[in-house]
């Protein structure tokens, strides 16, 4: 085999293992949900402290994402993402040997660290590796079905270890496999040139942004619990934006930002990350919200419960396997991203119908198959179009703005909807209604803003995403030929 064929192989298992790297990270945020029940009788959670063993996880991870991406640029991504899976699996094993909560909610903001160390590089890992087009959404469309399919999957493992060995192996699982992805990933990624240190180092910068976005992830995790009013939501809410305004100042001042501000000047990088962040809340909603409907109005089990969001995971994977790539390679990416979006929504609002005696066929079964058709054409389309005008110096920081406006917007959409529909049942109960048809009321409000949400993210794409105008020739008196913009 020449040296050009073995490194179109290594390319390509490279993929595979930062792919098993997002897998790993993506399981976690949802194959701890099905075990917390046993967790907080095992390590005696309160009901209040038991929500930390979640957002402790997603403080950390929120907050990195941004700072990870632009270290990568620095001293190189391939070191950043190897780090990440050393951490994570270390707290990994802390997660499942812990004896008492305090150590567990430790571990877990230890993991959220790993995560974002990790998953904070991965898009502009693939971005540079892939540099052609047709090769690049071939690997972004093995990466979207990863970051969107983990979700049910998680669901599944946590419910079939939880029931058949205990809680603990939902976190042994991962040192396995983050060894081979460490071992492997030594072995295969390639690592990019950073830009160096000799600039100088954004301290201030760093420190800023860092507090910032732990203060908006904190604010927003507790908000379901503590109110949207409160004083402690307002009073993190609100630093978290100061703290981001001196940010901004800060890096239009500084020789060597963390976030260079030209990225934001890049138009389809902030379209679609702001579309990607209406997406999630869609998503995260469909889950979540999913979730709670099946196993407390219809009665379904952990295991089952996985189980029901498979048509969703298997209609993604089947347009991951090329379907995607092919159609952007003959369409674009945003003349499949307009229909998938379409799509999403009406998913969305078909499970708002489901009423609290819904059979799972046709409805659900329907839903979550439109679901699962409308995520294969959108994920993907959003990735390429996000990332394809950005240098390749700076795809680490452009990869954190894209990861941090998909977790701090869907955290922030779930936390709002998940407040609106616990509302909107107590108000049926107080109503006189049981407490199945509250619940089942609370959820179709909460399906029904998603959907509308999703529709935004639609909006944005039709605004922000238009394609850039084709030149077109006209001709001089002369007769020579010159090109104009459209």
């Not at 196993?295 to 995607?324: E, I, K, N, W, Y």
């Not at 005008?389 to 990869?399: Q, W, Y």
């Not at 006189?432 to 609370?442: D, H, P, R």
């Not at 030149?471 to 001089?476: F, H, L």
Request: positive net charge; aromatic residues 8%; contains cysteine.
């Amino acid at each position: 085999m020449d040296s050009r064929a073995q490194n179109q192989v290594r390319r390509w298992l490279a993929l595979l293992v930062v792919c098993v790297g997002q897998l790993m990270i993506v399981l976690d945020s949802t194959i701890v949900n099905v075990a917390l029940p046993s967790i907080q009788r095992d390590l005696h959670f309160t009901q209040a402290d038991l929500t930390w063993v979640v957002n402790s996880y997603l403080v950390t991870y929120g907050s990195l994402l941004l700072l990870a991406g632009r270290a990568g640029d620095l001293i190189g991504r391939k070191k950043v993402f190897l780090a990440g899976v050393i951490v994570f699996t270390m707290a990994s094993g802390l997660d499942g040997l812990a004896p008492d909560a305090i150590t567990l909610i430790a571990a877990r903001a230890l993991q959220g660290i790993g995560g974002a160390m990790s998953a904070g590089v991965i898009i502009a890992i693939l971005v540079t590796a892939f540099p052609r087009p047709q090769e690049r959404a071939q690997a972004m469309s093995v990466f979207t079905f990863v970051i969107a399919g983990g979700g049910s999957l998680g669901l599944l493992a946590g419910g079939a270890l939880t029931q058949a060995i205990n809680w603990h192996w939902i976190f042994f699982i991962n040192l396995p496999i983050g060894v081979a992805t460490f071992v492997f990933g030594w072995r295969l990624i390639e690592e990019n040139e950073g830009l160096g240190l000799r600039h100088g180092v954004d301290v201030l910068g760093s420190i800023l942004v860092t507090v910032a976005m732990m203060a908006a992830v904190y604010s927003i995790v507790t908000a379901s619990s503590q109110g949207w009013t409160s004083a402690q939501t307002e009073g993190f809410g609100g630093a978290a934006i100061s703290l981001l305004v001196i940010f901004f100042v800060v890096e239009a001042s500084v020789r060597n930002p963390i976030l260079p501000l030209r990225i934001l000047r890049i138009r389809s990088l902030t379209g679609a990350s702001v579309a990607r962040a209406l997406l999630a809340t869609g998503m995260f909603s469909n889950f979540f919200l999913g979730a709670l409907y099946l196993q407390h109005v219809r009665g379904f089990s952990a295991f089952d419960t996985g189980l029901a969001f498979l048509p969703a995971t298997l209609a993604l994977a089947a347009l991951s396997l090329g379907v995607t790539a092919r159609l952007m390679r003959s369409f674009g990416p945003r003349a499949l991203l307009i229909p998938g979006l379409i799509t999403i929504t009406v998913a969305l609002a078909l499970e708002a119908t489901a009423g609290q005696g819904a059979g799972y066929f046709p409805t659900l079964f329907g839903s979550y198959l439109l679901f699962g058709i409308g995520a294969g054409m959108s994920f993907m389309p959003l990735l390429t179009i996000m990332m394809a005008e950005v240098p390749a110096a700076d795809a680490g920081v452009a990869s954190g703005v894209a990861n941090v406006a998909m977790q701090v917007g869907g955290a922030l959409g779930l936390a709002a909807l998940g407040t609106v529909s616990a509302d909107r049942a107590r108000d049926l109960v107080l109503g006189g209604s049981n407490v199945a048809a509250a619940l089942t009321g609370g959820y179709q409000l909460g399906f029904s803003i998603a959907a509308a949400v999703v529709a935004g993210g639609l909006l944005v794409a039709l605004i922000a995403l238009r394609p850039a105008p084709r030149p077109r020739v006209v001709t001089r008196p002369e007769g020579e030929p010159v090109a104009e913009a459209a």
